[in-house]
């Protein structure tokens, strides 16, 4: 049976910080909006879904600020799930969730959640280094102008965070895969039902790309701004 495979050891550490430690590095915020997140929204009031978000929040929050200061671009993915943007047969499993079940089709709905929002003074100060991107479906990489836009900044590894682990984030990631880019998915930074993370992590550690705590990326990217300051005072 499946689940009586053993899997396989990778030796990846170093593979891991080396990707990391990649200056062709972004970070992607997948989904981190009020109808998902927000006890307000669709997914939690009239969906019922539990609070997937919270616990990641602080995770998502110490990452974007470590890229932010290792001038690591930081890319919001933002769902908009309109009838007249997504294609038809999104549409049609959208609307298996009943009228009022629809996220993501009102601009409060589809705002990033306070705690995570950047200001409009973050967006002036990075420029091209912070960015939105909208998209129409689950993966991030489908209708939208994501792929032009890592290549444009020459990005060779995506770290990923965001909401939900087994739907849209694990849908990017194997995009991301698929398209040639390295993954790193911040194991605590993502969120969903709790098998349904493991279950989902299990799989990109497997298949897809690589997992790591949001302290060892943080750190990672504190040693390389570390050294390069270094390199810099003693030139």
């Not at 933002?78 to 629809?102: C, M, S, T």
């Amino acid at each position: 049976a499946f689940d009586q495979v053993t899997k396989p050891v990778f030796q990846e550490g170093a593979a891991v910080d080396q990707l990391l430690s990649s200056p062709n590095t972004a970070v992607l915020v997948v989904d981190m909006q009020n109808d998902f997140c927000h006890p307000e929204g669709v997914n939690r009031k009239v969906m019922q879904w539990p609070d997937v978000c919270s616990t990641a929040v602080p995770h998502i929050k110490a990452v974007v600020e470590s890229a932010r200061n290792s001038s690591i671009p930081v890319i919001w993915i933002n769902a908009d799930y309109h009838p007249d943007i997504v294609n038809k047969a999104f549409d049609r499993k959208l609307r298996q969730r009943g009228e009022k079940g629809r996220p993501c089709v009102t601009d409060w709905g589809r705002d990033i959640v306070e705690e995570l929002k950047p200001s409009p003074d973050i967006f002036a100060q990075r420029g091209q280094d912070e960015i939105m991107i909208t998209k129409p479906t689950f993966n991030a990489f489908t209708d939208t102008a994501l792929e032009e836009e890592l290549r444009k900044r020459h990005v060779e590894t995506v770290v990923v965070t965001g909401v939900a682990t087994s739907i849209c984030v694990e849908s990017t990631v194997r995009s991301a895969l698929f398209e040639g880019f390295h993954t790193v998915v911040v194991r605590e930074g993502v969120g969903d039902l709790p098998e349904r993370t493991l279950n989902s992590l299990d799989r990109v550690e497997l298949l897809f790309g690589h997992v790591a705590s949001s302290l060892e990326i943080v750190g990672t990217w504190a040693s390389q701004a570390a050294a390069l300051s270094a390199a810099t005072i003693n030139v």
